[in-house]
């Protein structure tokens, strides 16, 4: 099912409860009947939060139930003033936002959420909206999704994000850190070093910051240095589902890729252009 399309209820990611739907307050706060954790309490259940931010309804009902299906519990606000007291008083564990809404915008609201909070952010844009995305992504956001977008592709990105965050605390955790990292395999190529469970890179030990998408990019073509990846085989690696993306947004996405490379070496040059066929990673 495709998010923000139109609401038309197709029936895929809706299962579960029907009394999970939502209900949001005037004052933009939302809360969700099957949520464990009311705002200002603490967590007790062990179930991660998601924190949902959008003005139209129908998606924060939508993408909240099928949350809730895969185990998560859910927060809901409708603008983004009422989201940022929220968010920094009781931190979810993520949170999604939209770009487009009334009061504060999800701009706004990532640029002040960042003063304070580290809190990882997923935010929605829309289709082609190049300007949105690299606002979005130089604020701090960890990754974007264009609208229209699939439920499981949403699912895919939060489980993508919170593993790497899950990777970071035990780094942080003194008890933990040396079990974690026995498990962890960095793959090197070259002046290239990439862990895939912190989703952190380098260049020359220079670190490289991108966003999930762009990690899976760049693997997939680092794991087999010289080899040609097509777009089609860079998308599927980058979104492990059927569906289709242009090749303008492949090519955005490589674009993006070699300018973070190149804020740190301005030679930067291992990511090969094979027009007509696709690209390369060379580690020479």
């Not at 579960?16 to 967590?43: F, K, M, R, T, Y």
């Not at 139209?56 to 989201?83: C, F, H, K, M, P």
């Not at 933990?176 to 498990?183: G, L, S, V």
């Not at 085989?233 to 955005?252: C, G, P």
């Amino acid at each position: 099912m495709d998010i923000g399309a139109s609401h038309e209820d197709t029936g895929a990611g809706t299962h579960g409860n029907a009394s999970a739907a939502a209900e949001i307050s005037p004052d933009g706060a939302a809360e969700v009947i099957s949520s464990p954790v009311p705002a200002g309490l603490p967590q007790e259940t062990g179930q991660k939060v998601i924190a949902l931010v959008d003005d139209d309804r129908n998606i924060l009902t939508t993408v909240s139930i099928a949350l809730q299906s895969e185990g998560y519990a859910t927060r809901l606000y409708s603008d983004g003033e009422a989201a940022l007291k929220a968010l920094l008083e009781n931190p979810p564990e993520l949170a999604v936002f939209d770009i487009k809404m009334p009061r504060m915008d999800g701009m706004e609201l990532l640029r002040q959420l960042r003063r304070h909070s580290t809190l990882p952010v997923i935010f929605l844009t829309s289709k082609d909206d190049e300007q949105d995305e690299e606002m979005g992504l130089e604020l701090g956001a960890d990754d974007y999704i264009a609208k229209p977008f699939s439920l499981r592709l949403l699912l895919a990105r939060i489980r993508a994000i919170l593993r790497r965050s899950a990777a970071l605390a035990a780094d942080a955790d003194p008890d933990n850190a040396d079990a974690q990292r026995e498990t962890v395999e960095t793959l090197a190529r070259g002046r290239l070093s990439m862990d895939p469970a912190r989703h952190q890179v380098s260049w020359d030990g220079r670190p490289v910051s991108l966003t999930v998408t762009e990690f899976l990019i760049l693997e997939a073509l680092a794991i087999r240095p010289g080899v040609i990846k097509s777009r089609n085989q860079l998308m599927d690696a980058a979104y492990t589902e059927d569906m289709f993306v242009d090749d303008r947004t492949v090519d955005s996405h490589i674009k993006r890729i070699r300018r973070k490379f190149r804020a740190v070496d301005r030679e930067f040059g291992a990511i090969e252009t094979l027009y007509g066929a696709g690209y390369s990673f060379t580690d020479g």
